[in-house]
């Protein structure tokens, strides 16, 4: 653990923390978050907030009525192109 | 014309190969490989849909019809615009599927042109195309608070679905754009930068905004349980 990263204040970690997610890497053994709880917390929350989110969205059938508009939006345009 | 359903169930290519409609995404949806036999099944209905085959094309609506108005409607958050968009998808797959050549899953290229047409449309609404970088920052007073100084409030236990779904809607167009393709449906940043024509690192930013105003929204308005 290198000294520059321990010292971080919690703005700087936080300043590069889009890139340390980003980087997809397990940052959980981060030198500033082993010593600091609040970055810890709000790193918690952010994957919290990311997994609840997925589950938010489920798959959702379509209205049946969808397809009749898309069949006829098709036929217009083939007639459109035929003419 | 009629559309009568597919003989022959098979599924999209992805994880919600398996998904009925109500379950939910749970991760990168979209490189998990599919079966050879269900690859061979969906070929011959794209070759017979290419061919103009109305019948086929029928089928495959009905096989990805699920995934593109989900992902409309995640990224639009309007049942009438998520209509409008799956509806604009479709005809532009229609006029544009003599010309997939299958270097890519039919699934994924699909995906994409569906996304293309929610860009296009939320452009129109105001989201600007030049500048993505600049325009998809939202105004100082939205933007999400950094988080020193006292201790941060740890998230209590579950989060309120609800309240939740009501701070995804409120956020910023942008925010929200990258927040859905990266956290719902499993885009990488370097993906999302070629989709949005913005650099990696605006998208890691604004993804990561996004989620601090997530926090932010939450914190402000304490789960259903917590105020009874």
């Given at each position: 653990?290198?000294?520059?990263?321990?010292?971080?204040?919690?703005?700087?970690?936080?300043?590069?923390?889009?890139?340390?997610?980003?980087?997809?890497?397990?940052?959980?053994?981060?030198?500033?978050?082993?010593?600091?709880?609040?970055?810890?917390?709000?790193?918690?929350?952010?994957?919290?907030?990311?997994?609840?989110?997925?589950?938010?969205?489920?798959?959702?059938?379509?209205?049946?009525?969808?397809?009749?508009?898309?069949?006829?939006?098709m036929?217009?345009e083939?007639?459109?192109?035929?003419? | 014309?009629?559309?009568?359903?597919?003989?022959?169930?098979?599924?999209?290519?992805?994880?919600?190969?398996?998904?009925?409609?109500?379950?939910?995404?749970?991760?990168?949806?979209?490189?998990?490989?599919?079966?050879?036999?269900?690859?061979?099944?969906?070929?011959?209905?794209l070759?017979?849909a290419q061919?103009?085959?109305?019948?086929?094309f029928?089928?495959l609506?009905?096989?990805?019809?699920?995934?593109?108005?989900?992902?409309?409607?995640?990224?639009?958050?309007?049942?009438?615009?998520?209509?409008?968009?799956?509806?604009e998808a479709f005809l532009q797959f229609h006029r544009k599927i003599a010309t997939f050549r299958g270097e890519s899953?039919l699934?994924?290229w699909l995906h994409r042109l569906a996304?293309n047409v929610?860009?296009?449309?939320?452009?129109?609404?105001?989201?600007?195309?030049?500048?993505?970088?600049?325009?998809?920052?939202?105004?100082?007073?939205?933007?999400?608070?950094?988080?020193?100084?006292?201790?941060?409030?740890?998230?209590?236990?579950?989060?309120?679905?609800?309240?939740?779904?009501?701070?995804?809607?409120?956020?910023?167009?942008?925010?929200?754009?990258?927040?859905?393709?990266?956290?719902?449906?499993?885009?990488?940043?370097?993906?999302?930068?070629?989709?949005?024509?913005?650099?990696?690192?605006?998208?890691?930013?604004?993804?990561?905004?996004?989620?601090?105003?997530?926090?932010?929204?939450?914190?402000?308005?304490?789960?259903?349980?917590?105020?009874?």
């Amino acid at each position: 653990m290198s000294e520059e990263t321990t010292d971080l204040s919690c703005a700087e970690f936080q300043a590069q923390l889009p890139d340390l997610i980003g980087s997809g890497e397990n940052i959980a053994d981060h030198a500033h978050l082993l010593k600091c709880e609040n970055c810890s917390a709000l790193l918690r929350d952010l994957e919290t907030i990311a997994e609840a989110a997925r589950q938010l969205f489920p798959i959702v059938e379509p209205p049946d009525e969808l397809w009749a508009q898309i069949e006829s939006a098709m036929q217009s345009e083939e007639a459109a192109s035929d003419s | 014309m009629t559309h009568t359903e597919p003989t022959t169930q098979i599924s999209e290519s992805g994880s919600s190969q398996n998904l009925e409609a109500g379950e939910t995404r749970h991760a990168r949806p979209r490189y998990v490989p599919q079966d050879t036999s269900a690859n061979q099944v969906q070929a011959e209905i794209l070759a017979r849909a290419q061919a103009g085959d109305h019948q086929a094309f029928a089928e495959l609506y009905t096989l990805h019809k699920r995934r593109i108005y989900s992902l409309c409607l995640s990224m639009v958050g309007s049942i009438a615009e998520a209509e409008d968009l799956t509806q604009e998808a479709f005809l532009q797959f229609h006029r544009k599927i003599a010309t997939f050549r299958g270097e890519s899953a039919l699934s994924t290229w699909l995906h994409r042109l569906a996304i293309n047409v929610v860009l296009m449309h939320l452009r129109k609404k105001g989201l600007q195309v030049t500048s993505l970088d600049e325009a998809m920052e939202p105004a100082p007073d939205q933007r999400p608070g950094r988080s020193f100084g006292a201790p941060d409030l740890a998230l209590s236990g579950a989060i309120d679905r609800l309240a939740l779904q009501r701070a995804i809607d409120d956020l910023p167009a942008g925010y929200r754009l990258i927040f859905v393709l990266h956290d719902i449906e499993g885009y990488e940043h370097n993906e999302i930068a070629t989709l949005l024509d913005c650099s990696i690192g605006n998208s890691k930013s604004q993804l990561h905004k996004a989620r601090l105003k997530l926090r932010d929204a939450l914190r402000r308005h304490p789960t259903q349980e917590g105020r009874r």
